[in-house]
């Protein structure tokens, strides 16, 4: 197994979970399945990809649904990433309209844009306590150059038919209280929330409507039998004819070509203390923040007045100090009034990323499917995948021809790792003289 599918940092201390598993109790584990039975779709993995394609089966009238976790639900990448929801994919919208075609690209970011508006419907039809906050996404301008805002705003409007407000250079600094940031622009359909207690709402939404949840429950084998599938958790054996593979960066090894399409690489995600009144000096919005550069910085206010930062990619899982450090020291380059404060926790976690920066999401054709590689810009694009999976194998129609032209391209680990971080260090190298070049 690679190093990076492991849930071990790199320096060999405890695996690390996240401040949303700690705030609080852990609930009971779902107990493993027991000996044989069959089902309609078993689904491999209980993160975002694997509760909304449960789900999106449930609502079409599918019964008999098994979904199988080796850890716990939310163990990935589901509960510890930032908890950002908007629209769009980590493949830009330029690039995605060079490469999809103008009609694919507008159907694939509508998905996505669909997709928010159903996270925002289920929270609020399913009463899931995530601390959600519905007050969007700004994105703040590192550069003096608003070119690249105006750009980016143009192209959504006429392209893709999303409203992007433009935020001028004064009003961006009573939001916004950095002398880092220059003009930027704000996307209203967009929220946060806690990522782990939306995860754990799902998985208790899915069990409502019929479907079985099992934890601690790593598939040891999948081979298929004739027109069925048998998948082997322990002792129990459960035979179906159609398997879902959402595993994301924690690769499950149950088929070579899916598990080679991806890179697991690591982000990092740290937690402030509360920050009383000095939340309030620096950000004067609910808003959650992101910054213009390729190696950008994310972050947005928790309802206590801690301040949720994350940023970086890497190819190695660093420790939770070595986390604190890094993003420590972007944090006080933004913000210099918080030097000093102390960090709460801090974690990294895997994400899967494809080499063309977009979802993988299809089938081999013989009732095995997937989804993966939604690269650290997931709930929205997670939400999308289920829902175009369920619908695919509830209806049999043509929804994830969209998908196509972004199939499993082979990464060539461990070499793509090398090419992956030289790319992130070129990229922001670039930032780093663009940023100097403008004093």
Request: glycine share 10%.
């Amino acid at each position: 197994a690679d190093v990076q599918n492991s849930a071990l940092p790199a320096d060999g201390s405890p695996p690390m979970l996240s401040w949303y598993h700690d705030r609080v109790p852990v609930p009971p584990l779902r107990p493993p399945p027991e000996g044989r039975r069959e089902a309609s779709v078993v689904i491999v993995g209980g993160g975002f990809a694997g509760l909304n394609t449960a789900l999106g089966l449930a609502a079409r009238g599918v019964r008999d649904i098994v979904l199988l976790e080796s850890q716990s639900v939310g163990f990935g990448a589901s509960g510890r990433n930032g908890g950002f929801v908007f629209a769009g994919y980590s493949l830009g919208e330029k690039a995605l309209l060079e490469r999809a075609g103008p009609e694919r690209a507008r159907a694939l970011y509508g998905r996505t844009v669909d997709a928010v508006n159903l996270i925002r419907e289920r929270i609020s039809a399913l009463s899931i306590d995530c601390d959600a906050v519905d007050a969007g996404v700004v994105w703040a301008n590192w550069f003096r150059d608003a070119d690249v805002l105006r750009s980016r705003q143009q192209l959504l409007a006429e392209r893709y038919g999303a409203d992007w407000q433009w935020i001028p250079a004064d009003a961006m600094h009573e939001f916004v209280h950095s002398e880092r940031y220059h003009d930027g622009l704000y996307e209203r359909n967009a929220l946060h929330i806690d990522p782990l207690a939306y995860a754990r709402g799902l998985a208790c939404a899915a069990e409502a409507v019929g479907v079985s949840i099992h934890e601690g429950s790593r598939v040891r084998m999948l081979e298929r039998q004739g027109p069925r599938w048998i998948l082997r958790v322990g002792d129990a054996e459960i035979e179906t004819s159609q398997v879902v593979l959402a595993c994301g960066g924690y690769l499950a090894g149950l088929d070579r070509r899916i598990d080679r399409a991806v890179l697991p690489i690591a982000t990092y995600v740290m937690v402030t203390e509360p920050l009383g009144d000095r939340l309030a000096s620096c950000l004067r919005t609910r808003a959650a923040i992101y910054d213009t550069r390729f190696a950008f910085d994310y972050y947005r206010p928790l309802q206590d007045t801690r301040l949720l930062w994350g940023g970086r990619i890497s190819i190695r899982d660093r420790s939770p100090g070595a986390v604190k450090r890094l993003l420590k020291r972007d944090l006080e380059r933004v913000f210099p009034s918080l030097k000093g404060v102390r960090i709460e926790q801090a974690w990294s976690g895997l994400m899967s990323y494809a080499r063309h920066e977009m979802p993988q999401v299809g089938t081999h054709g013989n009732g095995l499917w997937y989804a993966q590689a939604f690269g650290g810009h997931g709930l929205a694009p997670t939400c999308a995948a289920g829902e175009a999976l369920a619908e695919a194998i509830a209806g049999g129609d043509s929804t994830l021809d969209a998908y196509a032209p972004f199939g499993l391209d082979p990464v060539h680990r461990p070499f793509g790792y090398l090419a992956a971080q030289g790319t992130y260090w070129k990229a922001e190298l670039s930032d780093w003289f663009k940023s100097r070049l403008e004093g």
